[in-house]
């Protein structure tokens, strides 16, 4: 049962646009939503997250958008650059129970120079 | 500090060998993970641990075995390799304060 859907399953975007990657879940009792940034031959590692009491957090170029109601999140990439270029996971997890991950598919995003 | 550790890096492994990927964390975290990922299905809980002395299942754990040897050290058992256990491991460490996941570098494991 996957519980996180993620897509696209890849992207490509020009150096300078908005890459947009979105995540669905279904179990209205996670309480936060992580995602992970992978480089190819690295491990992945957070690159923002959010809890569903903010409908959006900003980090420099890097936004999440939260939907409650519509059990959906999203993450923005602005003015997008080629070192973006990188595979991109969205997950969830419960936070009172041992902080278990439920991730998604992965997107593989490409930003041409 | 260097975080998560694992070894080896690469193993390639026949049918039906065994073999044991070690992992170490040097952040004083109690809750550790092992994940396999395989192209298109993301990152799967294979088994974690969320302190020294307990295990649990994750999502696709046959096949496979777990110690946590102290705070520091989390290893994974493959007693009998299969082809279908050809994968990328990641094993992972959480801070209970922020949530955030810390994980190795990765195992590339063959089995042919």
């Given at each position: 049962?996957?519980?996180?859907?993620?897509?696209?399953?890849?992207?490509?975007?020009?150096?300078?646009?908005?890459?947009?990657?979105?995540?669905?879940?279904?179990?209205?009792?996670?309480?936060?939503?992580?995602?992970?940034?992978?480089?190819?031959?690295?491990?992945?590692?957070?690159?923002?997250?959010?809890?569903?009491?903010?409908?959006?957090?900003?980090?420099?170029?890097?936004?999440?958008?939260?939907?409650?109601?519509?059990?959906?999140f999203s993450?923005?990439?602005?003015?997008?650059?080629?070192?973006?270029?990188?595979?991109?996971?969205?997950?969830?997890?419960?936070?009172?129970?041992?902080?278990?991950?439920?991730?998604?598919?992965?997107?593989?995003?490409?930003?041409?120079p | 500090n260097?975080?998560?550790?694992?070894?080896?890096?690469?193993?390639?492994?026949?049918?039906?060998?065994?073999?044991?990927?070690?992992?170490a964390q040097?952040?004083?975290?109690?809750?550790?993970?092992?994940?396999?990922?395989?192209?298109?299905?993301?990152?799967?809980?294979?088994?974690?641990?969320?302190?020294?002395?307990?295990?649990?299942?994750?999502?696709?754990?046959?096949?496979?075995?777990?110690?946590?040897?102290?705070?520091?050290?989390?290893?994974?058992?493959?007693?009998?390799?299969?082809?279908?256990?050809?994968?990328?491991?990641?094993?992972?460490?959480?801070?209970?304060?922020?949530?955030?996941?810390?994980?190795?570098?990765?195992?590339?494991?063959?089995?042919?």
């Amino acid at each position: 049962q996957q519980q996180v859907k993620q897509s696209p399953q890849s992207l490509i975007v020009q150096k300078g646009g908005i890459s947009i990657i979105n995540c669905a879940y279904e179990n209205t009792a996670f309480d936060y939503f992580p995602w992970y940034q992978q480089f190819p031959g690295k491990g992945p590692a957070l690159l923002i997250a959010i809890r569903p009491d903010v409908s959006e957090k900003k980090e420099g170029r890097f936004t999440i958008s939260f939907n409650k109601s519509a059990k959906q999140f999203s993450l923005h990439i602005m003015d997008s650059q080629p070192g973006d270029s990188a595979t991109y996971f969205c997950a969830a997890s419960i936070t009172s129970n041992t902080g278990k991950l439920i991730f998604g598919q992965g997107t593989t995003l490409q930003v041409k120079p | 500090n260097a975080g998560v550790t694992q070894t080896p890096k690469f193993q390639v492994l026949k049918t039906g060998q065994s073999m044991t990927l070690q992992c170490a964390q040097d952040m004083n975290h109690n809750s550790m993970y092992w994940y396999r990922q395989d192209p298109g299905m993301g990152l799967r809980l294979i088994y974690y641990s969320a302190s020294e002395g307990t295990t649990d299942k994750g999502e696709v754990p046959n096949g496979y075995n777990v110690s946590r040897l102290n705070k520091r050290e989390f290893s994974l058992r493959l007693e009998s390799a299969a082809p279908s256990q050809t994968s990328v491991y990641f094993c992972a460490s959480h801070w209970d304060i922020t949530y955030e996941q810390y994980f190795g570098p990765g195992t590339r494991l063959t089995v042919t």
